[in-house]
């Protein structure tokens, strides 16, 4: 008998020859298949790290011989986007704007993120809602204004589960 397992953690870098795309549209096809559509590349991106991380629920009972018993609990997921700033980028300024809008309603929004890479022969896309959590700015001078960087950090947390494409380059998919 085989068994096919299942990582329930893991950190990945999204550093190598992929896209960030940024506020696009997660849609449900008929027998429950989603997909991500839309969105804007993010311009200036330089890396990126999609870390999961997954609770254990304590199942142990006074009868288990003083063994513990524990079970997968819950998965959870933070990204972690860096990017050179462009000021006139319309996509950096919505992602800087859910941390310094005054509209309440907005500040409570998530935005659709996915990660696109492809091989040559096979585009992998993997996307799901995140929440803003923290953003950094780093500025050594006037932006693009005088030609020096602004490095901007922002760190998402998961309010989706993450979802995951894999598309042959010249038609057909599999996930």
């Known amino acids: ?41 993010l311009k200036g991106f330089k890396s990126g790290t999609l870390n999961i991380t997954a609770s254990s629920v304590d199942n142990s009972a006074r009868g288990d011989g003083g063994w513990a018993v524990n079970s997968p609990g ?40 996915a990660y696109k890479t492809s091989d040559g022969a096979t585009t992998k896309t993997i996307y799901g809602v995140f929440v803003p959590t923290d953003l950094s700015q780093n500025q050594t001078g006037g932006g693009d204004a005088d030609g020096t960087a602004e490095e901007v950090s922002i760190t998402f947390a998961s309010w989706s589960p993450l979802s995951k494409d894999s598309t042959t380059n010249g038609g057909g998919s599999s996930t």
């Open 74 to 113: 819950a998965r959870t997921a933070t990204l972690e986007v860096t990017f050179n700033r462009i000021i006139s980028d319309t996509t950096q300024q919505s992602l800087i704007d859910l941390f310094t809008a005054t509209d309440a309603d907005f500040k409570n929004k998530g935005v659709a993120i």
């Open 1 to 41: 008998m085989s068994f096919n397992l299942t990582n329930l953690t893991g950190s990945y870098a999204l550093n190598g020859n992929g896209d960030l795309i940024v506020g696009g549209s997660i849609t449900t096809g008929s027998g429950g298949a989603q997909s991500f559509t839309g969105g804007e590349s």
